[in-house]
């Protein structure tokens, strides 16, 4: 168990990051460079992470903003729930937008980061098959462009793998080329939770670096990059084995934790009562004490979360087994949110689009 601070959980989330942060370190708090404030509408949690120098240092992300929105509406194919977080995230990325100094008539690129070729990392060029590109518009029928659209192009670089060119480096010859005034970026993330797979969509001012929800870390793409500003867009689609494995322990301990505390229910795992295909939630409420979780797991059961997950990773890596994991419904879930994230860049960017027009448009 020597040498913890070697393994590092893969997540691309602020959010998450702070979580785990917290975890390691209760006498922390938010005013440690970390700022966290919650709200909820339209079952769409939104939350507010702002990290200044400090916080960067401590918790590895870049000093910046950063915008999580969470919720069910992909996972459960909840169209009505998918339009209100389509129109969330036009709100959110419009206040992102004018707050790095965006105005309302300059020239917006739209980049899809991804493999189009595989499923969980096409998510960036879906997106941008859906987004309204009008540059061209107004350089060859200005006068056909009404009111409340501005300039738009929209990029599909590729991945350094298949076109073996380094990927902020095309994007940056493409910006010195059409000279545009900000960058939107979309990309798939990593996530240490299985839970916010597919849930979760991350909104930055920092920029991105693509191919770090795999581990390829290439150059980032970032206002301190180009030199003007660059909004991020992310949504994890991938986890690894060592999250699956030790979030499945952790929903087994709540599982019996939970049975222990309903006192009008058998505290055995396999009680009739239970439907095993409701879909049930369980909390930090239902986690069993440390004896308790001691009994269920013996030694396993009294390891702190990073020394349970250098464990598991200490076992699966040397068999080849610490493998990048997205669920079987990933086809549908990548299609649905591109085009929330597409309709959702769309009413941002062109407040004279309407609602219903994005929404066919998007489709």
Not at 134 to 160: C, I, K, N, Q, W
Not at 354 to 362: L, N, P, R, T, V
Request: hydrophobic share 35%.
């Amino acid at each position: 168990m020597d040498d913890l601070f070697k393994y590092t959980v893969r997540t691309d989330l602020a959010l998450e990051a702070q979580e785990m942060n917290m975890k390691n370190d209760p006498s922390s708090s938010d005013t440690d460079g970390v700022e966290v404030e919650e709200n909820e509408k339209n079952d769409i949690k939104i939350t507010y992470v702002t990290v200044d120098e400090a916080g960067a240092e401590r918790i590895g992300k870049k000093a910046g903003h950063y915008i999580t929105l969470e919720s069910q509406a992909i996972r459960k194919q909840d169209t009505e729930l998918q339009a209100n977080l389509a129109k969330t995230l036009s709100g959110q990325l419009r206040k992102l937008l004018l707050d790095t100094g965006v105005k309302e008539n300059d020239r917006g690129l739209v980049v899809g980061l991804g493999n189009h070729n595989v499923t969980p990392d096409a998510l960036g060029p879906l997106v941008t098959e859906k987004v309204l590109v009008t540059s061209h518009l107004f350089e060859l029928h200005p006068e056909t462009v009404a009111d409340g659209y501005r300039p738009v192009s929209a990029v599909t670089p590729g991945v350094m793998g298949v076109t073996g060119i380094e990927t902020s480096d095309m994007v940056n010859g493409i910006i010195e080329e059409i000279k545009p005034d900000f960058v939107v970026v979309i990309d798939a993330l990593a996530s240490r939770s299985i839970s916010r797979i597919n849930a979760t969509i991350q909104l930055s001012d920092t920029g991105i670096h693509p191919g770090s929800g795999v581990g390829n870390k290439r150059k980032e793409i970032s206002q301190e990059t180009y030199g003007i500003p660059v909004i991020s867009i992310g949504v994890p689609t991938v986890v690894d084995a060592v999250t699956i494995t030790s979030d499945t322990i952790d929903y087994v301990l709540k599982h019996f934790g939970r049975e222990w505390k309903e006192k009008d229910r058998p505290s055995n795992a396999l009680s009739p009562a239970l439907n095993p295909f409701e879909r049930r939630t369980l909390t930090e409420e239902d986690h069993p004490n440390e004896e308790q979780s001691k009994a269920v797991l013996g030694m396993f059961g009294q390891l702190q979360e990073a020394e349970k997950k250098q464990l598991i990773k200490e076992v699966l890596t040397p068999l080849g087994h610490n493998l990048m994991v997205t669920p079987k419904e990933v086809d549908g879930f990548i299609k649905d949110m591109a085009h929330v994230i597409a309709t959702g860049i769309n009413g941002a960017l062109h407040p004279g689009v309407e609602d219903g027009e994005a929404q066919s448009y998007s489709r």
